[in-house]
């Protein structure tokens, strides 16, 4: 089974582009709703959770994991992998290749929550890929609450898009990541605000092209995975809002059960 954490509910817009690229493979997701926002908390913390919620998902049947959202990714999935003997993806590295592979001038943009951005971990890797890269960053703690509150299409969203797009569009950057599972959600104002030539990196899809070309050069993991198209969604605090959101990121009629706490 594909095991996918997220912090809360965000980490379902990579679940719906693995259930795009990959529908025969069981998965099983664990939002953990009773404590996100992970993106405000300290790396200690989030990397307690992270191990904690991972061995839920092991329990569970899990035998290849995905950390569905980019503060978990920068800051825990080492620690992970180290932990845990299972294939562990994280959403950073594919988002970086595939903004490298976009950006003509090398000026990289990258936007996330405060934890994230602060780790400096798209820095690092987009620098490690590529010395010559310029990189600017920017913390945008408000986006997920918005996000999170159905704020889409509200013009005081829009505003503080703007606001925290500003110092990116100043320094002329060419391609922008997407540094959290959130921000897919506004991504049609986001490139209105940055500007219609700058390419937009969402890391959903890179992600999950990064496991199907996985399964592809690891025949027994693949084998080990069930092929029955079940899906499973837990969290560890069930609302009828978070029910509602769920359903609206994955497109399909999911019901979200009561998991670890
Ligand atoms: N999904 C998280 C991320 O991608 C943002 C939400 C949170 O702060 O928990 O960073």
Same mark, same amino acid.
């Given at each position: 089974?594909? /095991? ?24 099983? *997701? ?63 590295? %594919? ?6 592979? *976009?950006? =003509?001038?090398?000026?990289? /943009? ?34 997920? %609450? ?17 606001? &925290? ?17 959130? *921000?897919?959600?506004?991504? =049609? ?5 940055? /500007? ?26 693949? $084998? ?6 079940? &899906? ?19 497109? $399909? ?9």
């Amino acid at each position: 089974m594909i /095991g996918v954490l997220g912090s809360g509910i965000g980490g379902l817009t990579v679940v719906r582009e693995l259930i795009k690229q990959l529908p025969e493979y069981d998965l099983i *997701y664990l939002g953990d709703t009773a404590r996100a926002p992970y993106g405000d908390k300290s790396p200690e913390t989030v990397t307690r959770w992270a191990l904690r919620n991972t061995g839920f998902l092991l329990n569970k049947g899990a035998t290849l994991l995905v950390t569905a959202c980019n503060t978990i990714s920068s800051i825990a999935s080492e620690t992970v992998s180290k932990r845990y003997d299972l294939p562990v993806f994280e959403v950073i590295t %594919p988002g970086v290749e595939r903004a490298l592979s *976009y950006s =003509k001038k090398l000026m990289i /943009g990258v936007i996330g929550t405060r934890t994230t951005i602060e780790s400096g971990i798209y820095e690092e890797k987009i620098k490690q890929m590529s010395p010559e890269a310029k990189v600017y960053s920017m913390a945008c703690p408000l986006l997920v %609450p918005l996000v999170e509150e159905g704020w889409i299409k509200k013009p005081e969203t829009t505003m503080i898009i703007k606001k &925290y797009l500003h110092p990116l569009k100043v320094k002329q950057v060419d391609t922008l990541i997407l540094g959290s599972t959130h *921000y897919v959600r506004i991504k =049609k104002i986001i490139q209105v605000k940055i /500007g219609k030539r700058v390419n937009i990196v969402d890391t959903s899809e890179p992600v999950a092209a990064k496991v199907e070309g996985f399964l592809k050069d690891n025949k027994e993991t693949e $084998r080990n995975l069930g092929k029955n198209g079940r &899906y499973r969604f837990f969290v560890s605090d069930l609302t009828e809002r978070d029910q509602k959101l769920a359903a609206s990121i994955v497109k $399909r009629n999911i019901l979200l059960e009561k998991g670890e706490n």
